[in-house]
Structure formats: structure tokens, C-alpha cells
């Protein structure tokens, strides 16, 4: 029988891969296709994430492509109170090298500056 605390944490952990779920934009059904299980399972495992295979937590997070240990990080997890857009722009910049998030950051500071009326906001505009 499953401690309290265990419960809780498996509650946070398929908490965690629904929103990561949401987030890549997959549905319960697609995310089963790609894991290779019935959809009943995802939904089971993102209800309760009892009873289930560390090589089932691989093949869900690779599915997502995201880290194993992010569904047992609160910090790692992408936040519940953003807007599925919000959500899937987090979860795509988690997937970008270094080196492009400097150019996205870039372009994001030029664009939100430009929008306010400040004059590149000390950012130089984005290639065209």
C-alpha cells in the first residue's frame, strides 16, 4: 500500500507530464501512440503515476522531450497557471540550444521594446 507521501508525489509527477503534455500540444491519445501504450494508461499515470516502470517514465519523458528528473522537480516543471500557448513557448525554449535562446531573448527584448514605443530598448532589431 502507497504512503501518503507517495501518493502525493505521484499526483506532482503526472501533474507535471500532463501540463508537459499540454504544453508540446499532444493530446492523451497521441502521446499513447508515441509511448506505445492505451490512451487509459496516460490518463492513469497522469492521475495517479502509480504503478508504472522507470522505463515507462523514460519512454513518456522522451516522448515529450523532456528531462526524466523534471517530473520529479517542482522547479523544472512548466508552471499549471500559463495558457497552454504560454506553456508550449516554455517548453520550446527548454528545447533550444544556449546559443539560439540568446537570439530568441534578443529578439523578444527588441520586440516587446518596439511595442512600448522605446527605440530598440538597447537591443539591435532582428536580422531581416
Excluded at 497522469?46 to 515507462?56: D, K
Excluded at 513518456?60 to 506553456?87: K, N, Q
Aim: hydrophobic share 45%.
Amino acid at each position: 500500500m502507497a504512503r501518503p507521501r507517495d501518493s502525493e508525489l505521484a499526483a506532482r509527477i503526472g501533474a507535471h507530464a500532463r501540463t508537459a503534455r499540454v504544453a508540446a500540444g499532444l493530446t492523451q491519445e497521441q502521446l499513447a501512440e508515441r509511448v506505445g501504450v492505451q490512451a487509459a494508461a496516460v490518463s492513469r499515470f497522469e492521475n495517479t503515476a502509480v504503478g508504472f516502470s522507470l522505463g515507462t517514465l523514460r519512454d513518456i519523458t522522451d516522448a515529450l522531450g523532456i528531462p526524466l528528473a523534471s517530473l520529479f522537480d517542482d522547479a523544472g516543471a512548466v508552471r499549471s497557471d500559463l495558457s497552454a500557448e504560454e506553456a508550449a513557448l516554455v517548453a520550446t525554449w527548454r528545447s533550444l540550444p544556449t546559443s539560439h535562446r540568446h537570439t530568441v531573448r534578443d529578439v523578444l527584448r527588441w520586440a516587446a521594446a518596439d511595442a512600448r514605443g522605446v527605440a530598440g530598448g538597447g537591443v539591435s532589431p532582428p536580422p531581416q
